[in-house]
């Protein structure tokens, strides 16, 4: 009956950090100002103030470079996602609460 046991109590839950990894929060602003841009290049008339053939594609090579930073970011976090593991965070969570260290949660 012992060797039934190797269900989910020998192995620690595991998931994935999710929403919440740093690395889809800076894609998803690196997308945003890449879109921003785009639009102001595709959207805005020549300006006199900004006319030259340096000013006139900047906005659109930089928000082409920011769109295609933001989407591998998306790509890094799916190929490579954080892996959080449930039962070491518990017990470095118990380790913080036996030596008082702050942040520690106290019941």
């Known amino acids: 009956m012992s060797n039934d046991q190797s269900g989910t109590e ?9 929403a919440l990894d740093v690395r889809n929060i ?46 591998l970011f998306f790509v890094w976090t799916r190929v490579r996602p954080i892996v959080v593991d449930e039962a070491e965070q518990q017990r470095l969570e118990e380790e913080k609460r ?7 949660t106290s019941d």
């Open 26 to 71: 800076i894609g998803a602003l690196l997308v945003i100002y890449g879109v921003i841009l785009l639009l102001v290049h595709f959207i805005s008339g020549s300006d006199t103030a900004t006319s030259g053939p340096t000013h006139e594609q900047a906005n659109l090579w930089t928000g082409a470079a920011l769109l295609v930073a933001g989407i």
């Open 98 to 104: 036996e030596l008082g260290t702050p942040g520690s």
């Open 10 to 18: 020998g192995r620690s839950r595991r998931h994935t950090a999710g």
